[in-house]
Nanobody, 118 residues
Framework: QVQLVESGGGSVLAGGSLRLLCVVS????????MGWFRQAPGKAREGVAD???????TYGDSVKGRFTISKDSARNALYLQMNSLKPEDSGMYSC????????????WGQGTQVTVSA
């Protein structure tokens, strides 16, 4: 059974940085396409960044140039490095994964809260 556990959220001032971690158990992280999503109160969930099995990365327009998604073999984990944070980056950040034959993300973590203050 694949499980995803996020950590690394917190409260920071605008302009600061955070690194989110999603530890994967039950499956090699390199065998999964993975992504980060976020949801602010009253808003729809949005995709932040994702990385496919063949290492292609995609970023949301609002985070391009500020966020970096990467996988870590040593920890079997997914990272999201977030720099130059803005108040509008605040929300619940969730890690997600899908197998190569799946078109949608079907595996989700519980989320970690990010709050950016002006």
């Amino acid at each position: 059974q694949v499980q995803l556990v996020e950590s690394g959220g917190g409260s920071v001032l605008a302009g600061g940085s955070l690194r989110l971690l999603c530890v994967v158990s039950g499956m090699d992280v390199w065998g999964l396409s993975m992504g980060w999503f976020r949801q602010a109160p009253g808003k729809a969930r949005e995709g932040v960044a994702d990385v496919t099995i063949d290492h292609k990365t995609t970023y949301g327009d609002s985070v391009k140039g500020r966020f970096t998604i990467s996988k870590d073999s040593a920890r079997n984990a997914l990272y999201l490095q977030m720099n130059s944070l803005k108040p509008e980056d605040s929300g619940m950040y969730s890690c997600a994964a899908r197998y190569s034959w799946e078109r949608e993300f079907t595996l989700w973590g519980q989320g970690t809260q990010v709050t950016v203050s002006a």
